[in-house]
């Protein structure tokens, strides 16, 4: 079952332009993950933050996460065409390794050069 | 690495045949492998987890009978889709989640298959 709900759905930006992408979920959760998917393409693992950290950086990426409202967001820097992707979050409510994951709607993020 | 790879890559069938699809990590022991299904423009939808050796767990609402899944060694799932009609028409991912390593509960991707059924 689905428990992640992404906005927007869908976003088009400039090249250079910031890009945020937000999701919510239902229940506890141990960590959340951020993956990009090319149309057609299979899943590019970007970022997971677990439970107990608020932010995390990788790159042009930042992630947050507030557990108290159950919600994260995804902010993507300066932006670039190669960009363009959807864009998924998926909570992983699992203690266990190699717990399932519930992914929410997906952003799909149009960047233009 | 952390590589996982599915195939065949795209596959077109007729209905009421059965198809098999291969996922496989080739640098690591996944221990755990899951199946998901993904219809245009929508998100993943899980189907099944697969422990090595043991029956996979279906998600509500998933015909076990119709999506047979074997994980029979550390390295390889399999996804048959038995007598597949139009509806089964979707693109599968599976992705697979092991020790050696990696990062807890991280998930690593295949490309995906495209199934039609026609």
């Known amino acids: 079952s689905q428990q992640g709900e992404e906005d927007p759905q869908a976003l088009s930006i400039q090249e250079g332009e910031n890009a945020t992408m937000n999701c919510s979920y239902k229940?506890?959760?141990?960590?959340l993950q951020w993956y990009r998917q090319n149309s057609g393409r299979g899943l590019v693992h970007l970022i997971l933050i677990r439970s107990n950290e608020r932010e995390k950086h990788s790159g042009r990426l930042r992630v947050t996460l507030d557990t108290s409202k159950k919600s994260s967001s995804l902010l993507i820097t300066a932006s670039r065409a190669a960009d363009t992707a959807s864009y998924f979050c998926?909570?992983?409510?699992?203690?266990?390794?190699?717990?399932?994951?519930?992914f929410g709607q997906g952003t799909e993020l149009s960047v233009k050069p | 690495g952390a590589v996982v790879s599915q195939h065949p890559s795209r596959v077109i069938c007729k209905s009421g045949t059965s198809v098999k699809i291969e996922c496989r990590s080739l640098?690591?022991?996944?221990?755990?492998m899951f199946w998901y299904r993904q219809f245009p423009k929508q998100s993943l939808m899980l189907m099944a987890t697969?422990?090595?050796?043991?029956?996979?767990?279906?998600e509500q609402g998933v015909e076990k009978d119709k999506f047979l899944i074997n994980h029979a060694s550390l390295t390889l799932s399999t996804l048959t889709v038995t007598s597949a009609h139009p509806e089964d028409s979707s693109f599968y991912i599976c992705s697979a989640s092991g020790s050696g390593g990696l990062s807890y509960n991280e998930q690593f991707f295949g490309p995906g298959t495209r199934l039609t059924v026609l």
């Open positions: 998926a909570t992983a409510a699992d203690y266990n390794q190699g717990g399932k994951l519930i």
């Open positions: 229940t506890s959760i141990n960590n």
């Open positions: 640098d690591f022991q996944a221990t755990t």
């Open positions: 697969s422990n090595e050796g043991s029956k996979a767990t279906y």
